[in-house]
């Protein structure tokens, strides 16, 4: 049986390990989070090492395991804590894994998510670079990284869980920061008053930020390039893409592979027989 050295634990004193909160995608935790972490472990035990890696300024740097390191050192008064040391990782796949580590969790907000996202990332890698490296779909990190053109109040509102994943799409597209503000805070005023299934107090020009639709010419169009491509059985994605579900990108993608599948089972039906 093979050992595998990347995730080899050991116990490591916690003065040779840096705790650099900026480096954290979370930033900073709450005292009472921390705490609640420390009593849990405490009766429980530290359930998952922590991850570091060689560092420069001091032995070695934290990349994963952020509160609980906190929760050990602060107000459990460890002086080592299990970590597993990973040497094999570059900085940009040390800020990955610190990313994907909390969104396994469940973690994050969505406003935590979009800027972990353009810290690993930046604002010009391709979506499906990005969305292949994290294991998410494009839409999922498309509509995070919109998120961050928004106006700050608008980003705090959606952190809070004021708005979905829809409402930010469809107020990402308002022409200007001002409409962008006045949808947010309407449609965030509806929530807090516990009418989420009902939109007859938002204002008309801001309703479609509920339900974003196709309109019927951008479905015709999407359909006729799928009839033109001999593209068939593509009618549940195509469904979906028509109510806004998933990006005309999402889905012509599917269109192409779709096409590479069918070239494929076409040679393999004309290859001639052994």
């Known amino acids: 049986m093979k050992r595998l050295e990347q995730y080899d634990v050991y116990p490591i004193p916690v003065d040779d390990i840096l705790y650099d909160a900026d480096f954290n995608c979370r930033g900073q935790f709450t005292p009472q989070s921390v705490k609640d972490l420390a009593d849990s472990i405490e009766q429980n035990g530290l359930q998952f090492p922590v991850v570091v890696q060689p560092y420069t300024t001091k032995p070695f740097r934290l990349i994963a395991g952020h509160r609980r390191f906190k929760a050990c ?49 930046g604002r010009r890698t391709p979506l499906r670079q990005i969305a292949g490296e994290i294991k998410r779909d494009t839409r999922w990190v498309h509509t995070r990284l919109k998120l961050l053109d928004l106006p700050e109040d608008v980003q705090l509102k959606a952190a809070a869980g004021l708005l979905t994943t829809t409402n930010i799409n469809t107020i990402w597209r308002l022409s200007s920061a001002e ?20 939109i007859k107090y938002l204002d008309p020009k801001y309703q479609d930020c509920f339900k974003r639709r196709k309109v019927k010419s951008e479905v015709r169009r999407m359909v006729a390039k799928m009839l033109n491509a001999g593209v068939e059985g593509l009618g549940p994605r195509a469904l979906v893409w028509a109510i ?30 052994d």
């Open 179 to 198: 409409d962008q503000r006045k949808a947010a805070a309407e449609i965030a005023k509806i929530k807090t008053r516990g009418r989420r299934k009902s």
């Open 73 to 121: 050192t602060t107000f459990l008064k460890w002086k080592e804590i299990p970590a597993t040391v990973r040497a094999d990782l570059t900085e940009k796949q040390a800020k990955v894994l610190n990313f994907t580590e909390n969104l396994e969790r469940k973690d994050l907000n969505i406003l935590e998510e979009a800027k972990a996202l353009a810290n690993c990332f």
């Open 244 to 273: 806004g579900e998933i990006t005309d990108e999402e889905l012509w993608q599917d269109v192409l592979e779709q096409l590479e599948v069918q070239k494929q089972l076409r040679g393999v039906t004309n290859a001639p027989a």
